[in-house]
Nanobody, 119 residues
Framework: QVQLVESGGGSVQPGGSLRLSCAAS????????MGWYRQAPGKERELVAR???????NYADSVKGRFTISRDNAKSTVYLQMNSLEPEDTAVYYC?????????????WGKGTLVTVSS
């Protein structure tokens, strides 16, 4: 069984910063990609950023230049550094990973961590 444990959410004022972390554990043979999605109230879940095993990244246009995704393969952990946060960034942020485990290729989601940007 694979688990994703997220941390780092919270409340911050506009212009502030937060860093999210997501650690994967379990019988993992290959963490192919890791990423972050978010879902704001009344909206669909959307991709924020993702990163492959080799470090290739892509970002939503709305966060380019403000957010940075990175990963530590040795720790099976992905990070999302969020700077210059805006009220529109308020959402539940979900960690997502595509990996090879005991059952072959699987897609996993974390439980989510709330980010609130408000003055």
């Amino acid at each position: 069984q694979v688990q994703l444990v997220e941390s780092g959410g919270g409340s911050v004022q506009p212009g502030g910063s937060l860093r999210l972390s997501c650690a994967a554990s379990g019988r993992i043979f290959d963490l192919i990609r890791m990423g972050w999605y978010r879902q704001a109230p009344g909206k669909e879940r959307e991709l924020v950023a993702r990163i492959t095993r080799t470090g290739l990244t892509n970002y939503a246009d709305s966060v380019k230049g403000r957010f940075t995704i990175s990963r530590d393969n040795a720790k099976s952990t992905v990070y999302l550094q969020m700077n210059s946060l805006e009220p529109e960034d308020t959402a539940v942020y979900y960690c997502n990973t595509g990996l090879i485990g005991d059952g072959g290729y699987m897609d996993y989601w974390g439980k989510g961590t709330l980010v609130t940007v408000s003055s």
